[in-house]
């Protein structure tokens, strides 16, 4: 199994609080994602990163900002948690981008009250 | 942007059925990947096979990129094959579309 380890796993948080998700990896890959994860949507990609402090958006990134300041380490915020924010999130990662494997993360299930 | 179809979307077996899922895509694509969700959450790397055929015990996979479709044999299916699975694709930028999933029930 990929070295991919999400903290925490499991989350309840209440509306208008901030949140940190994150994302640890021991593979030294390059790119590393955000997605989540709901019933009628499949899996949606939030924010991805390229490299060290290199980030960027991706298609429901509204409410979400990320950060990374390590090649291990991938943090997703939610800046003022609400409740359509309530989902499974995923971190992904992968060796070289586009055209190599990508691997996941056991999930985080938050949900916001 | 790109479509992601995935058919059936819901597929009741009997244990030691054969079945076969396809995904098919609306562009051209840099790879693809197969995954299997299982009753507890867990996304398995299945198949990274962006064209040609793979095989892994009871699991194939085949990737027609010229004609944007590819399709999972799961061959004598058992109870622990339920769960979602779904197909992935990438079409450059480092993102990776999902399709919405085949969800599929083995019974005993």
């Known amino acids: 199994d990929a070295g991919i380890t999400q903290s925490p796993r499991h989350k309840v948080t209440e509306t208008g609080t901030p949140v940190t998700l994150r994302c640890h990896q021991t593979e030294n890959h390059r790119y590393m994602y955000w997605y989540r994860q709901d019933p009628g949507h499949g899996l949606r990609l939030i924010h991805y990163s390229y490299g060290v402090k290199d980030t960027d958006k991706g298609e429901v990134s509204d409410g979400y900002s990320v950060s990374r300041s390590k090649t291990e380490d991938f943090l997703l915020t939610l800046e003022s948690a609400t409740s359509s924010q309530t989902s499974v999130y995923f971190c992904?990662?992968?060796?070289?981008?586009?055209?190599?494997?990508?691997?996941f993360g056991q999930g985080t299930r938050l949900t916001v009250v | 942007g790109i479509q992601v179809e995935q058919s059936p979307p819901d597929l009741i077996l009997q244990e030691g059925a054969n079945s076969t899922l396809r995904c098919n895509f609306s562009?051209?694509?840099?790879?693809l990947q197969w995954f299997h969700q299982n009753p507890w959450g867990q996304l398995i790397n299945l198949f990274y096979?962006?064209?040609g055929t793979k095989q892994n015990g009871r699991l194939s996979a085949t990737t027609v990129a010229t004609e944007r479709y590819s399709l999972l044999y799961i061959s004598s299916s058992q109870t622990t094959d339920s769960g979602v699975y779904f197909c992935?694709?990438?079409?450059?930028?480092?993102?990776?579309?999902f399709g919405a999933g085949t969800r599929l029930f083995v019974k005993a």
């Open positions: 562009d051209s694509v840099n790879n």
């Open positions: 096979i962006p064209s």
């Open positions: 992904a990662i992968s060796a070289q981008g586009e055209n190599t494997e990508a691997f």
């Open positions: 992935a694709v990438n079409t450059g930028g480092f993102k990776t579309i």
